[in-house]
């Protein structure tokens, strides 16, 4: 401090102090953490009831690690040979993951799921916080957690659970994209790849959302920060009770409407009619714009002089709920004509959507008829982390990692962590420790 005081301040100098007053400061908290854990598991272990079947089989020392670094950890073991499972009371308690204090576990699921790339999250959470953590036990904290993390989001709905407040509009909307996997997880499936081989797997990705109003000239506002994400690597028979558990904790049964926003997939419009008989059903209009697209060129070709102009009447025509209109017009001018077959198969994704794609009632209902929330999401919540160049993932691996980076979007990483804690400490027999 004295040298820095005399000589001419610098950038490079200021930045030396601040790491320097960080160590010094972290020292002195990380010796003040250590002592404190100590005394805590002391008591945890003297207020200890072994279970019936468990036996004390001495103690031992462990190296925690916390935000302010490392100390020694010291508590009992028990050991039941019924079971061949062993535990240490209070790790439970104190709501240690393998040896990282609940802080420090939480951070390292944080960054570990946000950044790209695992080496990433360990050179971030070492340059600016100055944690030393290797990338390797980053990813096994991550997978440890995010176990959990998937089991959290696929838990049923209950009372306790379900938002109580009344919602004028619900939106429940669900999409897919490929996420690449190693060989072993792809054995036997069929994909896209020349061979008929799969390169990737299918994860799917559910939204939930809100609206209360609609702006001045009548378009739809979605609520501020009300989107909640869940994932899953399973099929779409159980993609879809999982994302109707999550609408009901959103308050489906409460709402004036329940809106579903999808894909023309023909998967997810079964897991509607399954999972949400009730709602609204909309096809994603700019999917059908695409297929309109589609439609004009097989009928008349994308180089034709008037290919731009029928667009933009056919875009029109859907939004004036004339999508039976455009049907019955596409068939009449190519009737007998050499290219029919290929318009009618192109046609089809409209024959088997009319009645969800009645695009100028729905907006005038004050509804969204985009899914860009839930397709955006897979773009940023599966795609920023899991669909990154030269990744190749296992089922786990991604899954874990999704259920974490879901929670992290949906804002309820506090509400897990919280209630992973509590179920740590229910394990033990033990007095609470004291505020």
């Known amino acids: 401090m004295a040298r820095f005081q005399a000589a001419e301040p610098t950038g490079v100098a200021v930045a030396q102090l601040e790491f320097l007053l960080r160590t010094a400061l972290f020292k002195s908290a990380n010796e003040l953490v250590g002592w404190m854990l100590q005394q805590a ?9 072994p279970k019936p079947g468990e036996e004390r089989k001495g103690r031992e020392t462990i190296s925690a690690q916390g935000i302010f670094g490392h100390f020694p950890l010291s508590r009992d073991y028990y050991y039941h040979a019924g079971k061949k499972q062993g535990h240490y009371p209070a790790d439970a308690t104190l709501g240690l993951e393998v040896s990282y204090t609940p802080a420090l576990a939480k951070l390292l699921c944080l960054e570990g799921a946000d950044e790209s790339t695992y080496l990433k999250a360990e050179r971030h959470l070492e340059q600016t916080g100055g944690i030393p953590v290797s990338a390797r036990q980053i990813q096994r904290v991550v997978q440890r957690v995010g176990q959990a993390a998937q089991r959290w989001q696929e838990r049923a709905a209950d009372s306790a659970s379900c938002d109580s407040r009344a919602v004028p509009i619900l939106y429940v909307s669900g999409d897919g994209t490929g996420v690449p996997m ?5 054995e036997g499936r069929r994909g896209k ?4 081989t799969a390169k990737t797997r299918q994860a799917y990705l559910g939204c939930v959302f809100t609206q209360h109003k609609v702006d001045a000239e009548g378009h739809p506002i979605r609520d501020w920060e009300s989107t909640t994400y869940v994932s899953s690597l399973q099929s779409i028979h159980e993609f879809g009770p999982l994302l109707r558990q999550e609408a009901l904790r959103r308050g489906m049964a409460k709402a004036g409407q329940v809106v579903l926003l999808i894909d023309g997939a023909t998967g997810l419009e079964h897991m509607g009619q399954d999972c ?6 909309i096809v994603d209009f700019y999917h059908a714009l695409v297929h309109a697209g589609e439609v004009l060129q097989a009928l008349i070709g994308k180089d034709h002089p008037d290919y731009e102009k029928r667009r933009r009447k056919g875009a029109k025509q859907l939004l004036q709920d004339k999508v039976q209109s455009l049907i019955d017009q596409t068939r009449k001018e190519c009737a007998g004509q050499p290219q029919a077959p290929a318009v009618e198969e192109a046609l089809g994704y409209f024959v088997r959507n009319v009645s969800r794609m009645q695009y ?6 004050g509804y969204f008829i985009g899914s860009g929330v839930v397709e955006a999401g897979c773009k940023t919540v599966i795609g920023g982390r899991c669909k990154q160049s030269g990744m190749f993932w296992s089922e786990s691996g991604a899954e874990n990692i999704l259920a974490l980076r879901c929670l992290n979007y949906s804002q309820r990483l506090d509400e897990f962590w919280k209630e992973r804690l ?9 007095l609470p420790l004291a505020a």
């Open 422 to 430: 509590n179920d740590h400490a229910a394990r033990n027999d033990c």
């Open 276 to 281: 949400f008989k009730d709602a609204i059903q």
């Open 41 to 49: 598991a002391d008591r945890i272990d003297a207020a200890y009831q």
């Open 193 to 196: 790849q020349r061979d008929g």
């Open 360 to 365: 100028g009632t729905f907006r005038a209902a």
């Open 182 to 186: 190693v060989p072993e997880e792809l």
